[in-house]
């Protein structure tokens, strides 16, 4: 069975740092590129980040650059966003989801290039 799951949200205040992951199962994790998007009450989705499978393209969305990292552990089918300086806008529920086959081996920043989706997790920043 396919799956993503997100684990690693939580409360932080203003400043501090999280890191998520996103642990694969069901399928050849390093042949893909996985990515994460976030979604606040009220707001669309947004891409933050995309990792291509290889790890040769890697994407930022301009909100979150210079404050998110992203990378990948293929031996453990693990992506993860480190998140440092984080904002009060930062608050949103954060999904990783798996880039479709068919896009290739580069890392898109729009959802209707993602085929399956984790669960999500709250990340919330507030003091």
């Known amino acids: 069975q396919l799956q993503l799951v997100e684990s690693g949200g939580g409360l932080v205040q203003p400043g501090g740092s999280l890191r998520l992951s996103c642990v694969a199962s069901?399928?050849?994790?390093?042949?893909?590129?996985i990515g994460w998007f976030r979604q606040a009450p009220g707001k669309e989705r947004e891409g933050i980040s995309c990792?291509?499978?290889?790890?040769?393209?890697?994407y930022y969305a301009d909100s979150v650059r210079g404050r998110f990292t992203i990378s990948r552990d293929n031996a453990k089918n693990t992506v993860y966003l480190q998140m440092n300086t984080l904002k009060p806008e930062d608050t949103a529920v954060y999904y990783c989801?798996?880039?479709?086959?068919?896009?290739?081996?580069?890392?898109?920043?729009?959802?209707?290039?993602?085929?399956?989706w984790g669960q999500g997790t709250q990340v919330t920043v507030s003091s």
């Open positions: 069901g399928f050849s994790f390093n042949y893909y590129g």
């Open positions: 989801a798996r880039v479709k086959a068919s896009y290739g081996t580069s890392c898109p920043s729009s959802g209707v290039w993602y085929d399956y």
């Open positions: 990792i291509s499978r290889s790890a040769e393209t890697i």
